[in-house]
Nanobody, 126 residues
Framework: QVPLVESGGRSVQAGDSVRLSCAAS???????????MAWFRQAPGKEREFVAA????????YYADSVKGRFTISRDNAKNTVYLQMNNLKPEDTAVYSC????????????????WGQGTQVAVSS
């Protein structure tokens, strides 16, 4: 059973908006609120990069400079779900977006996360 399942990825034009969702399931996430949640992305031929993270209570959020002011991460602990609202999309945002769950304060490092989804594709054309 895949513990994290992303959805919402699609092909859009520059300037459009997309909302990604990541639902956590299974016994591992019986205490979803204990996990720091994050979104990473990987474009073809590039390394995985940090996009955004949110702390356990949903109060503190962190963003990569490249998306700051355009993307918003949020979570609903009652629904075991984390979201990524992406506005004013640019062609350089094209990537596979994956959500991750971890318990480390080093939120920008992929190695801080032990659970990953399979990803959802976002393609932005100019």
């Amino acid at each position: 059973q895949v513990p994290l399942v992303e959805s919402g990825g699609r092909s859009v034009q520059a300037g459009d908006s997309v909302r990604l969702s990541c639902a956590a399931s299974g016994r591992t996430f019986s205490t979803f609120s204990l996990y720091v949640m994050a979104w990473f992305r990987q474009a073809p031929g590039k390394e995985r990069e940090f996009v955004a993270a949110i702390n356990r209570g949903g109060i503190n959020t962190y963003y990569a400079d490249s998306v700051k002011g355009r993307f918003t991460i949020s979570r609903d602990n009652a629904k075991n779900t984390v979201y990524l609202q992406m506005n004013n999309l640019k062609p350089e945002d094209t990537a596979v977006y994956s959500c991750a769950a971890g318990q480390s304060s080093s939120y920008w490092l992929p190695t801080s996360y032990g659970k990953w989804g399979q990803g959802t594709q976002v393609a932005v054309s100019s």
